[in-house]
C-alpha cells in the first residue's frame, strides 16, 4: 500500500532489464503486449479465472511461450482458466475468417504450424519463415545446445542434455520447495490457493513459468528477454523494504550478474565469429544469467514467504 515503495520496485526492476526495454520499443515488438496479457491474467486468476484465460489465449495467438501455462494450470486445478485458455486459443486462431474467409483462414493456420515445426527439424510443405533451431540470434539454451550438433554431436544427444538441464533445474526448484517446507504438487483446491503464502508462490511461479518459456524456448531473440521484467520487478519486491539478510545480498549479486549479463559484452547484434557479442549468445549467456537470477529469486521468495506466514 506504499505508493513510494510500488514506484521503487517498478524503478528497479526496469533498471535491472532496461537494455531489453530499449529494444522493445526501438523495434516496436509485440513483447510488450505479451507482457501486459501475462501480468493480466497473473491479476485476474483469483478474481476473474475466465478473463486470465482469455488473455493467455491472445498471447498463444502472438507467440507460443503461453504453452507452458497448460501444464501448470492442470497441476493446479484452474479449470476455468485452463478451459478459458484452451477456447479462447482457438477462438482467436479462427477470428481472421471473418475478414479473410474460412479457406484463407486454415491456409495461414496450416503455413504458421509448418514453420513452428520447421524450426524443430521436421514437417515439409509450404511453411512460415522461421530460422533453425540453431539460428545464431537465439540466445536459449536449447540454441545454444543445438549448435554443439554442428560439430557433430548427434541432435538426439543434443536434446538429451537440453532434458538433462531441465530436469536439473526442476531438481533444484523441488529442493528449494522442500528446504522451506512448502510442497510443489500437493495444494489445496484453486478457492484456497488465493490465501498465503499460496498466493505468492503462484506469484512466484508465474514468474518462473515465462522463465522457463525463455530459458528452455527453441528460438529467443534477446528483445524476447523484454519478458524478464516478471522476474526483475519480483526481484525488485524482494530486495526493497524489510530488514537486510543475507538471502537479499545473494540476491543482488545475482541481479547485478544478469544486469551485466544483458547489456554485456558491447555490441549490438553478433556480426563476426570473432566478437565476444557472438560468442556470448552462441552459449545462451543471457539466458544462463537469467536462469540463475530466477532461482535465486525463487529461493529468496520462498523465505520470505515462509518467514512471514509460518
Given at each position: 500500500t506504499d505508493l513510494a515503495l510500488i514506484w521503487s520496485i517498478a524503478l528497479l526492476g526496469a533498471i535491472l532489464d532496461v537494455d531489453k526495454i530499449r529494444?522493445?520499443?526501438?523495434?516496436?515488438?509485440?513483447?510488450?503486449?505479451?507482457?501486459?496479457?501475462f501480468v493480466l491474467a497473473l491479476r485476474w486468476l483469483d478474481r476473474r479465472p475466465g478473463l486470465a484465460g482469455i488473455a493467455l489465449g491472445v498471447v498463444f495467438n502472438i507467440k507460443y511461450l503461453s504453452l507452458a501455462m497448460l501444464p501448470y494450470l492442470i497441476v493446479r486445478r484452474r479449470w476455468k482458466t485452463l478451459g478459458a485458455f484452451v477456447l479462447s486459443a482457438v477462438g482467436f486462431a479462427f477470428l481472421p475468417a471473418i475478414v479473410d474467409g474460412w479457406q484463407a483462414n486454415l491456409h495461414s493456420l496450416h503455413v504458421a504450424f509448418g514453420g513452428l515445426l520447421h524450426m524443430v527439424g521436421v514437417g515439409a510443405g509450404e511453411q512460415a519463415n522461421v530460422e533453425d533451431i540453431t539460428a545464431m540470434f537465439s540466445s536459449s539454451i536449447t540454441s545454444a545446445m543445438a549448435r554443439l550438433s554442428e560439430s557433430g554431436l548427434p541432435r538426439s544427444v543434443v536434446l538429451l542434455l537440453v532434458?538433462?538441464?531441465?530436469?536439473?533445474?526442476?531438481?533444484?526448484?523441488?529442493?528449494?520447495?522442500?528446504?522451506?517446507?512448502?510442497?510443489?504438487?500437493?495444494?489445496?483446491?484453486?478457492?484456497e490457493?488465493?490465501?498465503?503464502?499460496?498466493?505468492?508462490?503462484?506469484?512466484?511461479?508465474?514468474?518462473?513459468?515465462?522463465?522457463?518459456?525463455?530459458?528452455?524456448?527453441?528460438?529467443t531473440n534477446t528483445r524476447h528477454l523484454f519478458l524478464a521484467l516478471l522476474v526483475t520487478v519480483g526481484t525488485a519486491a524482494l530486495l526493497l523494504g524489510g530488514r537486510w539478510t543475507r538471502g537479499r545480498t545473494i540476491l543482488a549479486l545475482a541481479a547485478t550478474l544478469a544486469f551485466l549479463?544483458?547489456?554485456?559484452?558491447?555490441?549490438?547484434?553478433?556480426?563476426?565469429?570473432?566478437?565476444?557479442?557472438?560468442?556470448?549468445?552462441?552459449?545462451?549467456?543471457a539466458c544462463w544469467c537469467l536462469l540463475m537470477l530466477y532461482l535465486t529469486m525463487l529461493s529468496e521468495g520462498l523465505r520470505q514467504l515462509k518467514t512471514k506466514y509460518p
Open positions: 529494444n522493445e520499443l526501438q523495434m516496436l515488438q509485440t513483447n510488450a503486449l505479451m507482457l501486459m496479457m532434458m538433462a538441464i531441465a530436469l536439473a533445474t526442476l531438481g533444484i526448484v523441488i529442493f528449494l520447495y522442500r528446504r522451506e517446507g512448502f510442497s510443489l504438487f500437493r495444494w489445496p483446491a484453486a478457492r490457493q488465493t490465501r498465503q503464502p499460496y498466493r505468492g508462490i503462484v506469484g512466484l511461479e508465474w514468474a518462473g513459468l515465462v522463465t522457463a518459456a525463455l530459458v528452455f524456448s527453441p528460438q549479463g544483458f547489456i554485456l559484452p558491447p555490441g549490438q547484434r553478433p556480426v563476426t565469429p570473432q566478437s565476444a557479442s557472438y560468442r556470448w549468445t552462441a552459449v545462451g549467456g
